[in-house]
């Protein structure tokens, strides 16, 4: 059985794909899945977040992309999150442009994955904000999509074009892709404007909604700061508590798939 390969995705910045990526990634270790996290951003944020010092790689998945390393010989493993990490670095701007010169720069990464997915249950992919080629190659190599968003009036209206290229990308590169569900996150259950939006989200897309909560928690917050992802920072914390719960039902979601 080789991984289940998921993206974390959404276009607008700061909703807290790499929040998510990171600690559900530590989750799902936490249980014992044997996991890997890639980070797809020129931000490093995932790479940092997991105790690992962007400035520093020897090789990250800017080398894995142009085929100037395996994937292998640049994953390195996270001590504070218990998974490994693909880690990325500023350099990974650049990749945007140079891989527009290979014939098959959508599906780089997917060639890479391949042939480490038989050593992971999970794969998750921290894409970054935007809807660029480095995000299709995330696409191109999952079987779904997890959408962080936040309860927002304006949340679904970035989402069209997200859906779009989820659709896209299912009808001519990557048959298999789907959307997995959204992910309510830094939720404020005082706001009446975020009860809102949430029960219309439940209401308009019924199971793709995921039904953990990620609600807002300082903690979670100061995580990346000290290079441990929020689960092993404090996991009594209400937001370690519900990322720990969302692994929980990525796993039993799992079964149904
Ligand atoms: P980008 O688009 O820049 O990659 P992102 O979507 O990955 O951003 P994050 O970096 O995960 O978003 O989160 C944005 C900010 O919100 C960070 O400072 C993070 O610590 C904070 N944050 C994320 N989730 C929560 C939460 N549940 N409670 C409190 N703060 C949070
Ligand atoms: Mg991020």
Redesign the pocket.
């Known amino acids: 059985m080789t991984a289940r390969i998921f993206c974390i995705a959404?276009q607008?910045?700061?909703?807290?794909?790499?929040?998510?990526a990171v600690n559900l990634a530590a989750g799902l270790a936490a249980q014992g899945q044997r996991t890997l996290l890639v980070d797809l951003?020129p931000?490093g944020?995932a790479t940092m977040g997991s105790g690992i010092d962007k400035r520093q790689l020897a090789r990250s998945v800017y080398q894995v992309l142009l085929g100037a390393s395996t994937a292998r010989a640049a994953i390195v493993h996270s001590e504070s999150g218990g998974y490994d990490l693909l880690p990325a670095n500023r350099e990974l701007a650049g990749a945007e442009v140079e891989l527009v010169e290979f014939d098959d720069r959508e599906r780089r990464l997917k060639q890479a994955l391949d042939a480490v997915a038989a050593d992971y249950d999970f794969v998750l992919i921290?894409c970054?904000?935007s809807l660029s080629l480095l995000t299709i190659n995330g696409l191109c190599c999952a079987h779904g999509v997890i959408i962080?968003m936040q309860c927002e009036y304006f949340a679904l209206e970035g989402l069209t074009d997200l859906v779009n290229t989820i659709k896209r990308v299912h009808a001519n590169l990557n048959p298999r892709l789907k959307i997995i569900g959204l992910l309510r996150?830094?939720y404020d259950p005082r706001m009446t404007l975020q009860q809102q939006v949430s029960a219309q989200l439940e209401a308009h897309f019924g199971d793709k909604v995921f039904r953990t909560i990620?609600?807002?928690?300082?903690r979670?917050?100061e995580a990346?700061s000290y290079g441990v992802p929020g689960v092993a920072y404090d996991r009594s914390a209400k937001?370690a508590q519900a990322y720990l719960a969302f692994g929980a039902e990525m796993v039993e979601r799992m079964k149904s798939l």
């Open positions: 959404n607008k910045g700061g909703v807290g794909k790499t929040t998510t951003d931000q944020n921290d970054p904000p962080p996150v830094m990620i609600p807002r928690n300082v979670l917050a990346p937001g």
